[in-house]
Nanobody, 117 residues
Framework: QVQLEESGGGLVQAGGSLRLSCAASGRSFRNNDMGWFRQAPGKEREFVGAINWSGISTSYADSVKGRFTISRDNAKNTVYLQMISLKLEDTAVYYC??????????WGQGTQVTVSS
């Protein structure tokens, strides 16, 4: 069974940092692009950023550019989201996803990130 499991979420003060992890099991995603998304209460899920299969290329939403960094360790089948300078508006459930044939097919259950003032 293919699973993506996010971890590392929690409560942090504005200006603080968190590092999320997304561990895959059931198959290797070393040849797949991976993405991070988030969903705030009452809002639609939105794209945060993505990393290509090799880790060489990344892209980010304008709202997180310069503050969030995505990386991956294919040997561990794990993708990371390093978040710094967190803002109240970063509060959301964060999801990782694996892209298969151009579409995000596999999703984790999400991890809650709450930024307090």
């Amino acid at each position: 069974q293919v699973q993506l499991e996010e971890s590392g979420g929690g409560l942090v003060q504005a200006g603080g940092s968190l590092r999320l992890s997304c561990a895959a099991s059931g198959r290797s995603f070393r040849n797949n692009d991976m993405g991070w998304f988030r969903q705030a209460p009452g809002k639609e899920r939105e794209f945060v950023g993505a990393i290509n299969w090799s880790g060489i290329s990344t892209s980010y939403a304008d709202s997180v550019k310069g503050r969030f960094t995505i990386s991956r360790d294919n040997a561990k089948n794990t993708v990371y989201l390093q978040m710094i300078s967190l803002k109240l508006e970063d509060t959301a459930v964060y999801y990782c996803s694996a892209k298969v044939f151009g579409s995000y097919k596999y999703w984790g259950q999400g991890t809650q990130v709450t930024v307090s003032s």
